[in-house]
């Protein structure tokens, strides 16, 4: 038997001595005293007590999730969630678009209309903090119940607003806290049940967005015409309660088996490139998510088409989303969770510049609408995954956490930049520059691609040289290079 090396040698955070190798002999037992003997000679103890052994390789065996099983039912409560939070919220395109054309709060302006939409959104991302104390102490349940009571409260309490404020507190900020708490908490829970079936998984749940989207625009669309703005607050806070309880009862998750980390934040994630550059990815291509969600409606009004073709139009983004999320999963598992996070995102870029710019009819836009629902918000429906892919599960939430806070004010300013460009030359100015944010964001995805395919082949080039990195995060080296940029890799 080898002589095993000095106690002080680090344990891996995996839980395994990073000088166990699978040829090694098993030890035999020694008394408390040869034991204790060993120690007091340092290097030269040859015994080492089995039930140490034993204790270590079964804290260093890795959790299995079931990927599947149990884990469906918490796909359609995540689906669910998804579509009673990010649903409802494209429901505010419709009511964005009432308040511009009939004036509602005199003196009103368009940009504070516009930032009450990206309010709820960058509200929703900066509780992340917060999400990940209260969830530590209080649990999954109680974090996913008091979102869904503010969710509820939002909409309720908009139905007495009387002046544009107390739709920035209502609509903004505790609809806001409340997605916040029952998205972020879903999407970190979501991912403990799969492995290879991740990304399907992950893309069922975020379709919830897009049939949440498809719904709640028709009803809101139809509501506001038949009973007003007031009573079709008040159904929506209805609705969204019952939905929101009724998953956070079933949803379940699997930390004491997975063990993440829950710092609330943890700003030395910021000096990794990879996050840096997911982090790049999401400020891209959410800004033009926001932009188009809001803008849609109002622009196909502003070419002439009816309020309810252009609630319709904003519908059939949904239905896109909605119908493509599942897919771009299911292909994700197949062909690289980064590859198509990339791909995809250059697809919405290329629509919205192909088909959207040219787009005056009503035909047009939605055959524009339905593929551009698919992608428009790759983002939110491949990031999980992908995060997942890159640091692992046991720092998923942290690294959620941070990218969360990093995206909250280009959220905030999304909507009004996009509106006050539309205002001063036209929406032509809107379309060519939500279609270059997507393609920025598609090159920042190549970027980390690369990065990825470094590291994969600096953890085969370690393990071929029988190297044991003792568990240590393996930093890639030269991976900023051009013949990385084109390897064809499933990533």
């Known amino acids: 038997m080898q002589p095993p090396q000095d106690s002080s040698h680090p344990i891996s955070g995996s839980g395994m001595l990073s000088h166990d190798s699978p040829d090694s002999k098993t030890p035999t037992r020694s008394s408390p005293s040869e034991l204790h003997g060993s120690r007091a000679e340092g290097s030269q103890a040859t015994i080492v007590e ?3 052994i034993l204790t270590l390789n079964i804290a260093s065996v890795e959790d299995v999730p079931p990927n599947g099983g149990y884990g469906w039912v918490v796909a359609v409560c995540a689906l669910l969630m998804n579509a009673n939070t990010w649903g409802v919220n494209a429901s505010w395109a419709i009511f964005l678009s009432h308040y511009l054309f009939n004036s509602t709060f005199p003196g009103a302006t368009q940009l504070e209309y516009a930032l009450i939409g990206g309010l709820s959104i960058s509200q929703a991302l900066m509780i992340s903090p917060i999400q990940s104390k209260i969830s530590r102490h209080f649990g999954t349940k109680m974090t996913l119940l008091l979102g ?10 908009a139905s007495f607003a ?52 498809l719904f709640y625009s028709l009803l809101t669309g139809h509501l506001v015409q038949q009973v007003g703005i007031e009573w079709t607050y008040r159904v929506l806070a209805v609705v969204t309660l019952v939905m929101n309880v009724a998953s956070a009862i079933l949803l379940k998750d699997r930390n ?6 829950q710092n609330s934040f943890n700003y030395r994630e910021l000096g990794h490139v990879e996050v840096l550059l997911i ?7 959410d800004v033009g998510y926001v932009v188009l969600l809001f803008s849609l409606p109002h622009y196909a009004e502003s070419v002439g088409l009816s309020q309810t073709q252009g609630s319709i139009v904003g519908a059939m983004l949904s239905l896109g989303l909605a119908i493509g999320r599942p897919f771009i999963g299911y292909y994700s598992d197949t062909f690289g969770r980064i590859n198509m996070a990339g791909s995809m995102t250059a697809l919405c870029g ?4 192909a088909i959207w710019m040219p787009a005056k009819s009503f035909a047009v836009l939605i055959v524009f609408a339905i593929p551009a629902g698919a992608v428009t918000g790759i983002f939110w429906g491949t990031c999980t995954a992908v995060i997942a892919e890159v640091v692992g599960l046991k720092r998923l939430p942290t690294v959620f956490g941070i990218i969360c806070v990093a995206l909250v004010t280009p959220t905030t300013f ?3 930049l996009g509106l006050g460009l539309a205002s001063a030359s036209g929406y032509l100015t809107s379309q060519i520059f939500v279609g270059c944010l997507y393609l920025l964001g598609a090159a920042f995805v190549l970027l980390l691609r690369t990065w990825k395919i470094t590291e994969i082949e600096t953890k085969a080039t370690l393990e071929n040289l029988d190297i044991d990195s003792g568990g240590l ?9 051009l013949e990385k940029v084109f390897a064809w890799q499933r990533v």
């Open 50 to 52: 089995p039930p140490t």
């Open 148 to 157: 869904s009571l503010l969710v509820s409260a939002a909409w309720l309490t």
């Open 162 to 213: 009387t002046q544009i404020w107390h739709l920035f507190m209502t609509v903004g900020i505790c609809f806001g806290w409340g997605m916040g708490l029952v998205y972020i908490t879903a999407a970190a829970i979501l991912p403990q049940w799969f492995s290879s079936r991740r990304s399907l998984a992950v893309g069922i749940a975020s379709s919830g967005a897009g049939l949440g989207g």
């Open 256 to 261: 004491k088996m997975v063990k993440p980390v």
């Open 279 to 285: 982090i790049a990815w999401g400020i891209a291509t």
């Open 350 to 353: 290329i629509l919205c510049l």
């Open 414 to 416: 999304a909507e009004p």
């Open 473 to 481: 995060r393996t930093k890639p080296v030269g991976w900023l290079k």
